[in-house]
């Protein structure tokens, strides 16, 4: 008790934190808007889903450069003109009214927001050693959490008055820059002498198997993440009970506020089972929500798998961060982080694709169907590529 009130007093932590919630807000924000988004632009749902594909994708090519550049000159010097970028690249869309520069400006508004996710989990293993790294990724993930459960329900009641009003909310990323100036020091790290060093020492860690199974987990997390939830369950929610963007938006809320309270946890959790037994729950639990969602026609028993869905992000993706950060030395951490970043771009990217196709196939019901397969795929990876006594 005493160390987890010592972590919460660090002002670090706090910095990593308002970085975290600029890192979730370009997707979190906007999904309520989507509907409105689709009627006012005459989109079909395709087209609605890039505007989260246009904003992951740079991610899949950028962050594994700004990963190279945190190792090699420091975290800070990516995220600052990362954050301004975000800010006001974000902002710009609120003043356009053409569907494909909207789209231009949401690749912009990636460019910015692709290493911030990454570099946060960085700092964090920076930081933080010990117990304290997966108690801290636990609070790194409820801070996620809480903020994707206050997006949707911001976002919401703003497109309920103009669907372009939550990109307003990019501003935020100004104020987290100057807190990223002056309220941390550049980690002290051993830093390799020349790039031809570096890149033999990383390509020896990269290709252990464990590290490989982390990054297909984490494509098939977003996919689900992305797809399945974020994309198709407003749409099934406005199919199925005709719900507002707002009411939309507390539904998502609840939840991020299951994952925020199940995070806050994974500590303990962590040290008394194991992450890969986490890891396993979490995709478990990931099956069953997909499957039941298409077939549930009353909302507050629709309700139950919504918060089962928060519960498995809570368990699975401070597991997969402490995970990973404990698997890199120390001097590459940027690199590993930002890799598993491009990898979790690529879910987030190809999420609303692949699953479009289910849905293409079955309507809602094929989409949900789909991300089933996903979930079964990520047991198949835990049981064949990690083993129980691989607890880290």
């Known amino acids: 008790m005493n160390q987890e009130i010592k972590l919460l007093k660090d002002r670090r932590l706090y910095v990593i934190f308002s970085i975290t919630l600029i890192g979730v807000l370009g997707v979190a924000s906007i999904t309520p808007a989507l509907p409105k988004i689709s009627q006012i632009f005459q989109l079909t749902k395709t087209q609605t889903g890039l505007l989260i594909s246009a904003f992951t994708f740079p991610g899949i090519f950028l962050t594994p450069v700004a990963g190279v550049i945190a190792d090699r000159w420091g975290r800070k010097r990516v995220l600052i003109p990362s954050l301004f970028l975000f800010a006001i690249s974000g902002f710009a869309i609120f003043f356009v009214r053409n569907y494909h520069y909207v789209l231009l400006l949401r690749v912009i508004q990636g460019l910015g927001a692709a290493p911030l996710t990454s570099i946060n989990t960085t700092l964090i293993g920076d930081f933080f050693k010990g117990n304290k790294r997966p108690q801290a990724m636990g609070y790194n993930a409820s801070v996620l959490s809480?903020?994707?459960?206050?997006?949707?329900?911001?976002?919401?009641?703003?497109?309920?008055?103009?669907?372009?009003?939550?990109?307003?909310?990019?501003?935020?990323?100004?104020?987290?820059?100057?807190?990223?100036?002056?309220?941390i020091e550049e980690p002290d790290i051993d830093r390799p002498a020349n790039f031809k060093q570096y890149f033999k020492e990383f390509s020896q860690s990269l290709f252990r198997k464990e590290v490989i199974a982390i990054f297909i987990l984490g494509i098939l997390t977003f996919i689900i993440l992305y797809g399945a939830f974020l994309t198709y369950l407003p749409f099934l929610l406005t199919q199925k009970f005709n719900l507002t963007a707002p009411q939309i938006g507390m539904l998502l809320s609840c939840s991020s506020i299951t994952t925020a309270v199940v995070a806050t946890q994974v500590g303990k959790l962590t040290w008394k089972f194991g992450s890969v037994t986490l890891l396993k729950i979490a995709f478990v639990l990931y099956f069953l929500v997909t499957i039941l969602l298409p077939n549930l026609n009353t909302l507050i028993v629709f309700l139950i798998p919504v918060m089962l869905f928060g519960s498995a992000q809570g368990l699975n993706i401070p597991s997969?961060?402490?995970?990973?950060?404990?698997?890199?030395?120390?001097n590459q951490r940027g690199i590993f982080m930002s890799i598993n970043g491009m990898v979790i771009r690529i879910g987030q990217t190809l999420g609303p694709l692949i699953i479009g196709v289910g849905y293409a196939i079955d309507g809602l019901s094929g989409a949900y169907y789909l991300g089933a397969i996903m979930a079964i795929l990520g047991l198949v990876v835990l049981f064949s590529m990690i083993t129980d006594k691989t607890r880290i």
């Open 320 to 330: 997969l961060h402490t995970t990973l950060a404990n698997l890199a030395p120390d």
């Open 146 to 183: 809480l903020s994707t459960a206050s997006y949707p329900l911001i976002g919401g009641i703003l497109a309920g008055i103009a669907w372009n009003n939550p990109f307003v909310l990019a501003l935020l990323a100004i104020p987290v820059g100057l807190f990223v100036i002056w309220g």
